[in-house]
């Protein structure tokens, strides 16, 4: 896959995951809603991967959600 779907977090950041709706499980769906696509490639760019994981961090939300082995592998926490 070399897409993912960004899903943001009440406006303020986003989640990347495989596929739509699999976070409504964790939260409610009010805070959630579908905010595009990112690829791969940007998703795996030093800069941003830093980035990412640290608002993530902040707002207590998972980076990734999905079954991509680099992304799990670079997004662990």
Not at 2 to 30: A, E, H, P
Not at 51 to 66: R, S, V
Request: with cysteine; net charge positive.
């Amino acid at each position: 896959m070399n897409r993912f779907y960004k899903v943001s977090y009440k406006g303020k950041w986003f989640i990347i995951q495989d596929k739509q709706g699999i976070y409504d499980l964790f939260l409610y769906r009010t805070m959630l809603s579908e905010d595009g696509t990112i690829t791969k490639k940007e998703a795996l760019n030093t800069n941003f991967i830093k980035k990412h994981k640290d608002l993530c961090k902040y707002y207590g939300i998972p980076a990734y959600i999905g079954k991509d082995k680099d992304l799990n592998k670079v997004y662990k926490q």
